[in-house]
Every structure is written in structure tokens, then in C-alpha cells.
């Protein structure tokens, strides 16, 4: 198994990076200026969502109605605050074993891209200092079907010339996984068995979690 993966294809948003935190209070604030209140427990449903589907999630909490340039407004709204939060980050925001992970594949010869769906990847991984550790950058920017479509991990792999089967995904949403596995690709779930049980292998988080563990983990799937 570890001399057939040459690369590893990694989601952005929980699992390189600590900014669900920063979602979760742009779309709150949202929700506010639309009068109703927004969950930590409900923003685990925007988790690997696009933007796009995820106001139509928070529409559907808040059982409010909007027209087409009321959403577009909407969606400007959120993202300009998600913005402001976001390029204040540093290299700090870089979740706990992330770093290590990716410095020890680039010792060890494996490949690595990115594959999220966020259209503003390029400012968190210019802000965190990660875009020097990735081989190849697929966001949503690129892509023009959502997770649990395979998309962005197809284009992943073919920058990385590598065939799926080479290829390992990174993900902590569900849909995340989905995708990885239409894609024809192993996968490692970041995060809880309830949302990630379909995973091939799984961790809690990145926390000294070296690639011999990983690639051990997934002999045994
Ligand atoms: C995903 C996040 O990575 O990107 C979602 O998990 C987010 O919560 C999606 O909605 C789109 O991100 P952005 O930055 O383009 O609004
Ligand atoms: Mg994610």
C-alpha cells in the first residue's frame, strides 16, 4: 500500500485550516440581519457545503424567503465579513499536525494538492504561509460541481499527474469523503465516526499523526 500512494489530496477548511470558527460568525451575523439566530449545532451542516447551498441551508433554518438578488446580496454580505476575518490569520491558524504532515510527505517524496471548494483558499494558504507546501492548488475557483461530486479531486490528481488509485484524500466533512471515494481515491477521515464512518481510515485530528501511522491505518481498511 505505502509504495502505491504518491500522493495525498487535501481538503482546506477543517482539516489544513482552523476556519469553521470564521464561517460559523460571518454566517451568524447574516442570520442576525435577517432576525432569526444561527447554532454552532446547525453550522456543522454547512461543513464541505458550497457557499451558494449553504444559504439556502441557513434560509431554511430561519424559514425566511428571499429573491434571487436578495440572496446574491446576502451572499456578498457573508463573504465580506468571512474576508476581513480571514486575512487577519497567520501561520497560528494552521491546525495542531497539519505543518508536520505536509513537511514530512515533502521529505518523503508524495505529492501534495489542495481540493476545496473555497473560493477564497488562495488568501488563507497566502496568509497561513501552507500555498509552500502544496505541489498543486484545486479550489472552488476551479470546480464547477460540489462535493460529493469528485471534481476537485480529479483535477487534484491530474496536476499531480498522478492516476486516483494513487491518491489519498484528506477530508472532515461527509461529503468530502463521498467525493473522494466517486473519485476512485482512499480516503482519511478527519474528525467523528458519526459523520465520517464511510472513511477508509479515521483520526480525530491531525495531532502526531506521521504518514507511518496513516498508511498502517489504511492497510488495515
Ligand atoms: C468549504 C467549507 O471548504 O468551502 C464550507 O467547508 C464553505 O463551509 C465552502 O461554505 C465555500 O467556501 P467559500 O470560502 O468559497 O465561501
Ligand atoms: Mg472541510
Not at 83 to 107: C, D, Q, Y
Not at 142 to 165: C, I
Request: glycine letters at 10%; aromatic letters at 6%; a negative charge.
Amino acid at each position: 500500500m505505502q509504495d502505491k500512494i504518491r500522493g495525498v489530496l487535501f481538503d482546506l477548511d477543517g482539516v489544513l485550516v482552523d476556519t469553521a470558527k470564521y464561517h460559523y460568525q460571518a454566517w451568524s451575523q447574516l442570520a442576525e440581519s435577517l432576525g432569526f439566530s444561527f447554532t454552532e449545532k446547525d453550522n456543522e451542516r454547512l461543513k464541505g457545503v458550497s457557499r451558494q447551498a449553504s444559504l439556502e441551508i441557513l434560509l431554511s433554518i430561519g424559514n425566511v424567503s428571499l429573491t434571487d438578488k436578495q440572496k446574491e446580496n446576502a451572499m456578498a454580505e457573508k463573504n465580506a465579513n468571512y474576508v476581513e476575518m480571514i486575512s487577519k490569520m497567520t501561520p497560528g491558524g494552521i491546525l495542531p499536525g497539519a505543518l508536520e504532515l505536509l513537511k514530512e510527505l515533502r521529505e518523503k517524496g508524495i505529492k501534495t494538492a489542495l481540493g476545496s471548494a473555497s473560493k477564497n483558499a488562495p488568501i488563507i494558504l497566502e496568509r497561513t504561509g501552507l500555498d509552500q507546501y502544496l505541489d498543486a492548488v484545486v479550489d472552488g475557483n476551479r470546480t464547477s460541481q460540489a462535493k460529493p461530486d469528485p471534481e476537485v479531486f480529479l483535477l487534484g490528481a491530474s496536476d499531480l499527474n498522478l492516476k486516483p488509485g494513487e491518491c489519498v484524500v484528506f477530508e472532515d466533512a461527509e461529503a468530502g469523503v463521498e467525493a473522494g471515494k466517486a473519485g476512485g481515491m482512499l480516503t482519511v477521515g478527519i474528525g467523528h465516526e458519526d459523520q465520517l464512518g464511510a472513511a477508509d481510515a479515521l483520526f480525530p485530528n491531525l495531532k502526531g499523526v506521521s504518514w507511518t501511522m496513516i498508511t498502517e491505518a489504511l492497510e488495515k481498511s
